[in-house]
């Protein structure tokens, strides 16, 4: 109840602040940016976008900040700048494809300044209405204490949608990862469970099962996960994943494989059959192209030695492990795949590309790139670079998305449906915890300045020691319940039966 108060009480306060607060009739003028949190100055948001409230971070006594669009206009008074729902709207219906000009005014020993005004420009391209993503301590010893959160990105209503402490007792932990939907579809998603209770559990139209994709022919259970963009089929990738630590670096550690594959699981059938299983390769990071004939995904030529085991190999060579991405042709009827075709050979340029994502008009392959490695969300090097498929040179046409990337981390990224939207995944304020960012990017494969996801107090991430991890945009909610997927897990997994295709 106190909760609901305090929110009533909030709301009306920031009604006052915005309604009662005037523009000050004598100010100076300064070519001054404000210097305001988050750095929404002259970013572009989708019309159906959650206000963006930001707050000044410079000294000031007082500061009022006017919002226009066209003949609309909303002020408000205070360090945070709150513009209600309403207001936003109003404001930005009629700045569509147009810019919000914002003029912020700061009082300094009884004397006014305005900074330099900027905008905010409104697209009329909208966003999937949903975003989730793991909440997650940057810690390597508390990973149990973490949830898979949804947001509606028209507001600011966050739900879980599972929380990892409802199976980890204090005898027997748990860790959930990887959730995924086919092609964004709430009713349809899938999460692993590691350790006590492990399995997969995927919802597939309100039938809720757990399945264990682990069996004598594949290396470990169904990892990274990509569900095929109209069938009941998921592509993983198995790996057997180790950690270490660095002693000398400010990347603090690395994730590395020393074996993985790729398989293939049909829902229907509950089978499992082997996609690529070189062992030579560390195949990693599946992903369907948006019509569903090939599959891209990453590989890393390693060949062991004789003279030590393979983990140790991965880690005194790792430095070595460069991965490309290929793609194989996928045959819908027999469930099989073609060779593979080099689509970015980035180990010739001494780099490692990971993350493969193709844009719903199949023109543009947006991934991750960095020095070495599959694990990018760990490297300050990673940048985010973009393909255009549609070029008959591709790898010439391959450039780092410089319009989006910074001097930190730019890693796990998404395309919205309509493919005008990005979200990624940056560290980019203070090189330690991952917060979304969203850009806009138009048909020739150029984006705007990319903006924080918002929140109603503009303090929220600076106060926040918690990661977001993986985002993936939705059409909807998921409407299954924290403890239905508990009770699921509770439950002894399914086996899944290997075929030779």
């Not at 494809?97 to 700061?106: H, L, T």
């Not at 670079?385 to 981390?409: C, G, H, M, Q, Y």
Request: glycine letters at 4%; hydrophobic letters at 35%; proline letters at 6%.
């Amino acid at each position: 109840m106190k909760r609901i108060v305090y929110a009533l009480l909030g709301g009306l306060f920031l009604l006052a602040a915005c309604q009662d607060a005037k523009v000050p009739a004598d100010y100076a003028e300064t070519d001054t940016t404000a210097n305001i949190y988050p750095d929404y100055a002259d970013v572009t948001v989708p019309i159906n976008m959650a206000p963006l409230h930001f707050q000044l971070m410079d000294e000031a006594d007082e500061v009022v900040t006017r919002l226009t669009a066209g003949s609309e206009q909303t002020v408000c008074e205070g360090r945070k700048v709150m513009p209600a729902p309403a207001d936003w709207r109003r404001l930005a219906e009629a700045a569509q494809d147009k810019g919000i000009g914002v003029e912020v005014f700061a009082q300094r020993d009884g004397k006014w300044l305005r900074y330099k005004p900027f905008h905010i420009y409104v697209s009329a391209d909208s966003i999937d209405p949903w975003l989730s993503y793991r909440l997650i301590s940057p810690s390597y010893v508390t990973y149990e204490e973490l949830t898979i959160n949804q947001r509606c990105l028209e507001n600011y209503d966050e739900r879980v949608i599972y929380d990892n402490m409802l199976c980890s007792t204090e005898k027997d932990g748990q860790c959930i990862n990887c959730h995924n939907y086919q092609n964004g579809n709430p009713q349809r998603m899938q999460f692993h469970a590691r350790q006590n209770l492990g399995g997969t559990v995927i919802n597939y139209d309100g039938k809720i099962i757990k399945t264990n994709l682990k069996t004598d022919s594949t290396l470990s259970a169904g990892v990274y996960p990509s569900w095929h963009p109209r069938l009941p089929l998921i592509a993983y990738s198995t790996n057997l994943t180790m950690q270490t630590f660095h002693t000398r670096d400010l990347n603090k550690i690395e994730v590395l494989d020393s074996q993985s594959d790729l398989i293939l699981y049909d829902l229907e059938h509950g089978e499992v059959s082997t996609v690529e299983n070189d062992p030579d390769e560390f195949e990693v990071f599946p992903f369907w192209s948006p019509d569903g004939k090939y599959l891209y995904y990453c590989s890393a030529h390693f060949e062991l030695l004789d003279t030590m085991s393979a983990e140790a190999q991965s880690i005194k060579r790792y430095k070595e492990i460069k991965y490309n991405i290929y793609r194989k042709a996928f045959d819908e009827q027999k469930l099989t795949f073609g060779p593979r075709e080099m689509v970015f050979d980035a180990a010739s340029q001494g780099l490692s590309a990971t993350l493969p994502r193709i844009s719903p008009d199949g023109r543009w392959l947006l991934l991750s790139v960095g020095e070495w490695g599959c694990f990018h969300i760990w490297h300050r090097d990673a940048d985010l670079w973009l393909i255009d498929l549609k070029s008959e040179e591709s790898s010439l046409k391959a450039r780092p998305f410089d319009e989006v990337n910074s001097s930190n981390t730019e890693a796990y990224h998404t395309w919205s449906r309509s493919g005008r939207w990005i979200v990624f995944s940056s560290r980019r304020y203070d090189g330690d915890f991952t917060r979304p960012f969203f850009a806009h990017v138009d048909e020739d494969g150029h984006a705007t300045k990319p903006f924080e996801l918002p929140q109603d107090d503009p303090d929220y991430h600076r106060q926040l020691m918690k990661s977001y991890n993986i985002p993936e945009l939705m059409t909807g909610p998921v409407t299954v319940k924290p403890q239905e997927w508990a009770d699921v897990l509770k439950k002894p997994a399914q086996p899944a039966k290997y075929v030779v295709r």
